[in-house]
């Protein structure tokens, strides 16, 4: 179920901060035209952090209904409060939503045995699939793969990482370690190649919101083992995998969606829009790929 190019989506909100339920529907119709393999609604491109918990819950629910089943729904519903994440991803898995994705728990710092103990109580809580997300540069913490092995070993509902530690040495041992049916999936587009030559599933993407139909396609040249093809299209998107963070995500990916027309260019603080220079680099790299 979790392999090839899954959007982790954004929140389109109109132009007064409020939530745009109607170009959050068109963003998922675009993406099934795209052919993508998965969404994921409320992750950090989704601004998760600045969405009411009514608003996080609607907006999955919101983005299950658009999908129709089309492709899995993985709710990112993590939290650095294990009860807070249980509630949240008890109401994904009652809403429809086919997996969740968990988030180390930021600020807090836990131990790695914290990290165990933390994700445990939300498999027990709950019997949808669960994906983690480690991702040291939001978090201040690292999953050893030790963890992740004790946690997939313990848990049977607890079924792939989003590996964004941008450590390709980490990555190998975690695909190395973890059973072959675990899905290592990239955190970051630049990885995506690298890490499926080295067996990885796929990509929780931040580019596949604007060039849904070309990942899936780097994806699945890869998963099919014609790596030419998809190092071809690799360093043919590079310029915009490096565009899009630019400045910190997700402003540099709601910029080019507006400058396609997809949504209005709206932020909530503590995101805001892009430097002009920083906007007009962004607006060469479309126009060079012909994205707009």
């Given at each position: ?6 959007t982790?989506?954004?929140t389109p909100f ?5 939530l745009d ?21 409320c992750?950090t491109?989704g601004?998760?952090?600045t969405?009411t918990y009514?608003e996080?819950d609607?907006?999955i629910e919101?983005v299950i209904?658009?999908?129709k089943?089309k492709m ?10 294990a ?10 898995e009652d809403?429809?939503a086919?997996a969740?994705m968990q988030?180390?728990p930021?600020?807090?710092k836990p131990?790695?045995?914290g990290?165990f103990r933390?994700?445990?109580?939300i498999a027990?809580?709950?019997d949808?699939?669960l ?7 939001r978090t201040a913490v690292?999953?050893d793969?030790?963890t992740l092995?004790r946690l997939?070993?313990?848990h ?5 990482v989003?590996?964004g530690s941008?450590?390709i040495?980490q990555?190998?041992?975690?695909i ?7 899905a290592?999936?990239?955190g970051?587009?630049?990885f995506t190649?690298p890490l499926m030559a080295?067996g ?10 604007i060039?849904?139909?070309e ?10 083992g014609n790596?030419?093809k998809?190092?071809?299209m690799h360093?043919r998107?590079l ?9 910190t995500?997700p402003?540099?990916?709601?910029a080019a ?5 997809l949504?209005k260019?709206?932020?909530?603080l503590?995101m805001?829009e892009?430097?002009p ?7 060469r790299i479309l126009k ?5």
């Amino acid at each position: 179920m979790f392999k090839g190019a899954i959007t982790a989506i954004v929140t389109p909100f109109r132009m007064n901060g409020e939530l745009d339920e109607g170009a959050l529907r068109n963003l998922v119709e675009f993406q099934i035209k795209g052919k993508i393999d998965g969404i994921v609604p409320c992750g950090t491109t989704g601004e998760s952090p600045t969405l009411t918990y009514e608003e996080h819950d609607k907006v999955i629910e919101i983005v299950i209904d658009a999908a129709k089943g089309k492709m899995p729904v993985i709710a990112g519903t993590g939290s650095n409060s294990a009860e807070e994440a249980i509630e949240m991803t008890k109401h994904a898995e009652d809403a429809g939503a086919d997996a969740s994705m968990q988030v180390c728990p930021y600020y807090n710092k836990p131990t790695q045995e914290g990290l165990f103990r933390h994700f445990s109580a939300i498999a027990k809580a709950v019997d949808i699939p669960l994906i983690i997300y480690n991702i040291q540069g939001r978090t201040a913490v690292n999953m050893d793969t030790s963890t992740l092995a004790r946690l997939a070993k313990e848990h049977s509902n607890i079924v792939g990482v989003k590996e964004g530690s941008g450590n390709i040495a980490q990555m190998m041992d975690v695909i190395k370690e973890l059973p072959k049916n675990f899905a290592v999936l990239s955190g970051d587009d630049n990885f995506t190649l690298p890490l499926m030559a080295l067996g990885g599933k796929g990509v929780i993407s931040v580019a596949s919101n604007i060039i849904p139909r070309e990942m899936h396609d780097l994806t699945e040249y890869a998963l099919k083992g014609n790596f030419e093809k998809a190092r071809q299209m690799h360093f043919r998107l590079l310029p915009l995998f490096k565009g899009i963070f630019i400045e910190t995500n997700p402003i540099p990916i709601k910029a080019a969606l507006a400058m396609k027309g997809l949504i209005k260019e709206s932020y909530r603080l503590p995101m805001c829009e892009m430097k002009p220079e920083n906007r007009e680099k962004l607006r060469r790299i479309l126009k060079d790929l012909k994205i707009i």
